[in-house]
Nanobody, 125 residues
Framework: QVQLVESGGGLVQAGGSLRLSCAAS????????VGWFRQAPGKEREFVTA????????YYADSVKGRFTISRDNAKNTVYLQMNSLKPEDTAVYYC??????????????????WGKGTLVTVSS
């Protein structure tokens, strides 16, 4: 069983930055594709970014390109989400998710097998 624990959420002013972390308790973390999704109040959960297993290819939703950066430290079983130039519309609960050996380039909720409980990010205007 894979356990994912997010941290780093909080309240930040528009234009500010936050770094989220996702710590995984799993063997062979390098074999997992890890993604971040978010869910704003009253909205569906949506894809934000992902980093693929093996080659560490990264993928971003258009809404965060150029502002967010995903990275991973396989030695620490941790994935990071650096969020810069935050906007009020980035306010949401951010969830870390993972699936093993996924090499596709299309990321939906159904693709991911394991989920964390989420961390709240609030961006004030």
């Amino acid at each position: 069983q894979v356990q994912l624990v997010e941290s780093g959420g909080g309240l930040v002013q528009a234009g500010g930055s936050l770094r989220l972390s996702c710590a995984a308790s799993v063997r062979s973390f390098i074999s997992y594709t890890v993604g971040w999704f978010r869910q704003a109040p009253g909205k569906e959960r949506e894809f934000v970014t992902a980093i693929r297993w093996g080659y560490d290819a990264t993928y971003y939703a258009d809404s965060v390109k150029g502002r967010f950066t995903i990275s991973r430290d396989n030695a620490k079983n941790t994935v990071y989400l650096q969020m810069n130039s935050l906007k009020p519309e980035d306010t949401a609960v951010y969830y870390c998710a993972a699936t093993s050996y996924y090499s596709g380039t299309y990321f939906t909720i159904n693709v991911m097998d394991y989920w964390g409980k989420g961390t709240l990010v609030t961006v004030s205007s």
